[in-house]
């Protein structure tokens, strides 16, 4: 495999929204594009590939696009729900099927329903108006309420996600919710945008109808720190892993808050996930697998509270990457597509340390590719204020054994 081959991983002015990669918003998402040469190059058809940290699915689609198994894991419920949906074909529905389920709205909640069905957070009213929570509240009830098939309550929560999304006085900056601009006459029709939503995400979902459906495509809650798979199972592992815990970088758990409310998940709940994400626990362990990692800590000056998470996300990583390289079969590839970040306004590079810890576990370090990021769909800054515009492309083999 020669550079020249691979010497353009910018991909500007590609369609990412291609197929069902366009049927929700997810923040700092792996384009499809780089998913798609790591997979032609690094595996072979009808194999079994593991991503991991698989966000929205965008390396399972594209497995299921390319004729290869797959298998995705990620902690946030609406990262899998998501991915779920995306890969998952819906049949014997025609156009008619989103005005058919617009027709059943015109509904009426019982009284004594209303406290039940209402998300149970803080200021609610500060981030939908009044008509809005009335619409949602309705479609909520409809969703919790209606007996329907799994596969079209999850394409339908998919779509009412959105539209929470779309209908609320928030937006999202990668670190932060706050109120949009010029929300002076902001009055969305939330029933046509939820219409609307299902039309398009339906005309999308058209296209997985004529796919391989005899592959194994799946999508599940797991904690990538400890993966329920046999030693050496898998063919290939293509993954983006978060560039920090969550508090000090893109907050997942934040950005999918107001989405996991109206599906039922409370705050207690939310916060309960968001201790399982990595570096989320205070952790003073000293990690001495990476030179470049340490040298780095010793002239960092933060507080000592916020440098026991700063460890705690890398011993948290270490065990991701050490679980990797135990699922993954003999002389196979390992792709692992990462940013940088920065800490107190001092540059971190992830991928030297993602290269110190992976050397420390077995892995042999194939190459190395960058890529300048054209657009993102948050434009997650780092605390120096600085746009992270730049990605390293890991490529890692596990070597043979020796008997």
């Known amino acids: 495999m020669s550079d020249q081959k691979f010497s353009d991983w910018d991909f500007k002015g590609v369609d990412t929204k291609y197929s069902t990669h366009g049927i929700h918003y997810y923040p700092a998402r792996m384009i499809p594009q780089i998913a798609n040469r790591l997979i032609c190059n690094y595996s072979k058809p009808y194999d079994l590939i593991l991503d991991p940290f698989c966000g929205s699915g965008t390396v399972l689609l594209e497995c299921k696009l390319l004729n290869r198994n797959s298998i995705g894991f990620d902690i946030n419920p609406l990262a899998y729900l998501l991915s779920s949906v995306k890969i998952t074909p819906l049949t014997n529905f025609d156009s008619k099927f989103p005005e058919s389920i617009f027709k059943k709205l015109k509904i009426r909640i019982p009284e004594r329903e209303m406290n039940k069905f209402l998300p149970k957070f803080k200021n609610l009213k500060y981030w939908f108006t009044e008509k809005s929570i009335k619409a949602l509240l309705i479609i909520k ?47 969305p029709n939330v029933f046509e945008v939820f219409k609307k939503n299902m039309i398009e995400t339906l005309e999308k979902m058209k296209e997985l109808k004529e796919l391989n459906n005899s592959l194994e495509t799946l999508a599940l809650s797991c904690d990538s720190r400890n993966i329920p798979l046999k030693e050496d199972s898998t063919d290939c592992i293509i993954t983006s892993p978060p560039y920090g815990e969550e508090q000090n970088t893109i907050g997942y758990m934040r950005w999918t808050k107001f989405s996991l409310y109206w599906l039922d998940y409370t705050p207690d709940e939310l916060q309960k996930l968001k201790k399982k994400t990595l570096g989320s626990r205070s952790n003073n362990e000293i990690l001495v697998r990476s030179k470049y990692l340490l040298d780095y800590i010793n002239t960092l000056k933060i507080s000592e509270k916020r440098m026991e998470y700063v460890k705690s996300f890398f011993f948290d990583y270490l065990l991701c990457l050490t679980e990797m390289f135990r699922t993954l079969k003999p002389n196979k590839f390992c792709c692992i597509v990462i940013g940088n970040r920065t800490i107190a306004k001092k540059p971190l590079f992830l991928d030297r340390i993602t290269l110190d810890l992976t050397a420390s576990i077995g892995f042999e370090h194939v190459n190395t590719y960058f890529r300048q990021i054209p657009t993102k769909a948050i434009p997650w800054k780092g605390i120096s204020g600085k746009t992270i515009k730049k990605e390293n492309i890991i490529i890692l083999k596990k070597p043979k054994r020796i008997d």
Do not use: A, M, W
Request: aromatic share 14%.
């Open 141 to 187: 009830y409809f969703l919790f309420t209606e007996s329907l098939p799994r596969k079209i309550l999850n394409f339908l929560k998919i779509c009412f996600s959105k539209t929470v999304q779309e209908v609320s006085k928030g937006v999202f900056d990668g670190s932060s919710t706050h109120l949009k601009k010029n929300l002076q006459n902001f009055s």
